[in-house]
């Protein structure tokens, strides 16, 4: 294809678009297709000659689209917004043009210069503390792949610091020894790419019980890291959630941070979904604590009309993290290496696109009053659907809507609920997912579209509320032959999920599980002081020296 079919098709492109976006209200939401559904339609060959662009669109409509969730329509309510604008996808078009593989100052001085910049304003506009900031010197933020990259990169930079912290006092100690006494926290609620980070990093990660608000507390997790000493572990790194996936929940960072830095344990806070509204004053409070916090992110891609993939990943101490990342062959080595920012040492990849553009464009055209204005408009429309679901007594919410989420079941068993959430994504008109909170299985309804309106949650819940009452109806006339069989097997592969789950925590996540004698060692004296013993505390062989920070590399 040369320039001038470029742009002939790229304008023809561009209107393809602007009618998908226009048109989509009258699509239905999720696909009726099967899976291998596509691999019927498609040749099992790529083609030996070069084909005609409109035979290729032609397939577009007739393989592709058939086969399209639609996270942009109006009628989609699961997971989270994912993030698109016309202005992001004119910055992606360009930064494609460009095709700079930005892994090092030299390899595209803009392509590292904006994101340093554009990451300072969302910086500033979160209200971050300046240690985070590029311009201060000290911290920084990176655009990483995704929330799951950023807290893998966070816990293994907390790792590599621990290890070499320990093998600096035990120098004929393996690392895997080291490695094998490593423990990390997350709330239960967090989400599951914490859970992945401890497995691919090697190291025991616990999941604690969260309170009545769904968040988790300092208590909680000072009596874990006590226990752990006592086993001879050595807690290291905690991920803190602002905004958990199961039902916008959010730690006390306050608490969690105050004991992270009395332990010297590095404390990561995911914000993926939440981190957006914070552009908001009015949400700001819930940074309480920041100043213990040693790393930070939030998907852009979520909820501030950036597409996919734009997560934030901010460090209080930049150096702490390319210690950790550093690996510096000759032939990426540059004369500027000495001033500027080579971002290839500041995550995985190496290659890395010129993902900053997007966003730059994004918070041009919109400005922070823009984005304010729709997050708080997301914020207005989840607090309506909790009006209409509170005036139906068939119905409850769980937990507080606090942003664009809200958490309802019907009352009654589980059964009940998930009867209802399948038969409403059946019919197309909606789309939603569940979540388990407290065994309690809830649908999970998000406010996704960008243009979302009031229409739009009255007609999802007249979808919701007319699928009840003809799918209690049913029940109530025992037409709906199938209930006990289908309780049965549900009871079934619940049981099995849970078994599978309580193995897998029972070899990673909970070290008390490995010795059952050691629980009579957990019965702690809660009128005395917090006991840390020579050979499991602060100053024991296998610990963390007192002078030993986070906040700064070895």
Request: a neutral charge; hydrophobic letters at 40%.
């Amino acid at each position: 294809m040369q320039s001038e079919e470029f742009r002939k098709r790229g304008k023809e492109m561009v209107d393809y678009i602007a009618d998908y976006m226009d048109k989509l209200s009258l699509r239905r939401v999720t696909p009726e297709v099967e899976p291998g559904y596509l691999s019927q339609l498609l040749p099992k060959e790529a083609p030996k000659k070069p084909e005609e662009f409109n035979e290729i669109m032609h397939d577009v409509d007739k393989a592709i689209m058939p086969g399209i969730t639609h996270w942009q329509h109006p009628n989609f309510h699961a997971y989270f917004p994912a993030g698109n604008s016309y202005p992001s996808i004119l910055g992606d078009m360009l930064s494609n043009a460009f095709g700079c593989i930005g892994f090092s100052w030299a390899a595209s001085p803009a392509c590292t210069e904006l994101e340093t910049i554009v990451l300072d304003w969302m910086g500033k506009m979160i209200g971050l503390p300046k240690e985070f900031l590029h311009e201060d010197g000290v911290g920084g933020g990176v655009i990483q792949g995704s929330a799951s990259e950023c807290v893998l990169v966070a816990l293994l930079v907390a790792r590599h610091l621990a290890v070499r912290q320990l093998k600096s006092r035990l120098p004929y100690t393996e690392d895997g020894i080291l490695l094998s006494k490593l423990v990390a926290y997350s709330s239960k609620l967090a989400h599951s790419c914490v859970e992945k980070a401890g497995m691919i990093g090697f190291v025991k990660m616990r999941q604690l019980d969260v309170d009545e608000n769904f968040a988790l507390r300092g208590s909680v997790l000072e009596r874990a890291i006590e226990e752990d000493r006592r086993l001879g572990l050595i807690p290291f790194f905690v991920s803190g959630t602002l905004g958990t996936t199961a039902c916008c929940s959010f730690d006390n960072l306050a608490e969690l941070g105050e004991i992270c830095s009395n332990e010297r344990i590095w404390f990561h806070v995911d914000a993926a979904y939440a981190g957006n509204a914070l552009i908001c004053p009015e949400f700001q409070h819930l940074l309480k604590g920041i100043e213990n916090v040693n790393s930070i992110n939030f998907n852009t891609n979520k909820w501030l009309q950036v597409n996919f993939d734009c997560s934030l990943f901010w460090v209080k101490d930049k150096d702490t993290l390319t210690t950790a990342m550093t690996v510096d062959p000759l032939y990426l080595q540059h004369k500027h290496s000495d001033r500027a920012i080579d971002f290839r040492h500041w995550g995985i990849p190496l290659s890395r696109r010129f993902r900053a553009l997007k966003l730059w464009f994004v918070l041009r055209t919109y400005g922070v009053d823009g984005l304010q204005h729709r997050i708080r408009e997301h914020c207005r429309l989840a607090k309506l659907f909790e009006t209409l679901v509170a005036t139906d007594p068939r119905f409850e919410v769980l937990g507080k809507v606090t942003m664009g989420l809200v958490c309802f079941r019907l009352k009654g068993s589980n059964y009940l609920t998930q009867r209802l959430l399948k038969f409403t994504n059946e019919s197309g008109q909606l789309h939603m997912v569940p979540a388990l909170i407290n065994e309690h299985y809830v649908i999970r309804f998000a406010i996704c579209a960008e243009s979302a309106c009031d229409e739009d949650i009255s007609f999802a819940w007249k979808v919701i509320t007319k699928t009840a009452t003809e799918m209690l109806a049913a029940r109530l006339s025992r037409k709906d032959t199938n209930i006990s069989m289908d309780q049965k097997n549900q009871s079934s592969m619940d049981n099995s999920t849970r078994l599978r789950r309580n193995m897998f925590l029972k070899m990673v996540s909970d070290p008390k599980s490995y010795n059952p004698r050691v629980l009579k060692s957990l019965n702690f004296d809660k009128n005395s002081s917090r006991h840390r013993s020579k050979s499991l505390g602060g100053i024991g062989p296998l610990s963390l020296s007192p002078d030993f920070n986070f906040g700064s590399s070895i």
